[in-house]
């Protein structure tokens, strides 16, 4: 099996997708076949950027009523043989990591935003996401992830080249 490539972004907080953010993404992600979304993307219109690849998201506690209608508050994906629970956050404050295996006990990673807090290590087996913020809204550059889903799972953090 090759493995599968999945870009992970989250707390992007735009109203509409820019010019600049078109060219950011289409940088970070050319070659992702996935793309995942973790919340707080604001309002749906940001997820026509992804035309062409599979797109799973999820809302967040400053999305719009729209996105709130759209998407659910939290996801579980299948990927090759592993699942994928993908959530913008448990309850309020940020120390909320210890709870996300509560709501995805079967999960082999959990991807989740809201902190805007670049993280990616192993908990007891699981391998926990958070991409940031790729806007860079809380700290001087933006972040993302990219998944690869082969035999394992293998993930890894990057800056945003440049701003919009």
């Not at 579980?76 to 006990?105: A, C, K, M, S, W």
């Not at 913020?133 to 993302?144: A, C, I, L, N, Q």
């Amino acid at each position: 099996m090759s493995a599968v490539k999945i870009g992970i972004i989250s707390d992007t907080h735009l109203t509409q997708p820019t010019e600049g953010f078109k060219r950011l993404v289409d940088a970070c992600f050319h070659d992702a076949e996935m793309i995942f979304h973790a919340g707080d993307l604001t309002d749906p219109a940001i997820l026509s950027v992804f035309a062409g690849k599979e797109v799973h998201a999820v809302h967040g506690n400053m999305c719009s009523a729209a996105s709130c209608r759209l998407l659910p508050s939290r996801k579980e994906i299948r990927v090759g043989g592993f699942t994928i629970g993908l959530i913008h956050r448990v309850g309020p404050g940020r120390d909320f990591e210890n709870r996300l295996i509560e709501v995805f006990p079967e999960a082999d990673c959990i991807v989740y935003g809201h902190t805007h807090i670049p993280v990616c290590h192993r908990v007891g087996g699981i391998l926990y996401i958070n991409p940031g913020s790729f806007t860079g809204s809380r700290m001087d550059v933006g972040t993302y992830a990219i998944l690869e889903v082969g035999e394992t799972l293998q993930a890894q953090l990057y800056q945003v080249k440049s701003r919009r």
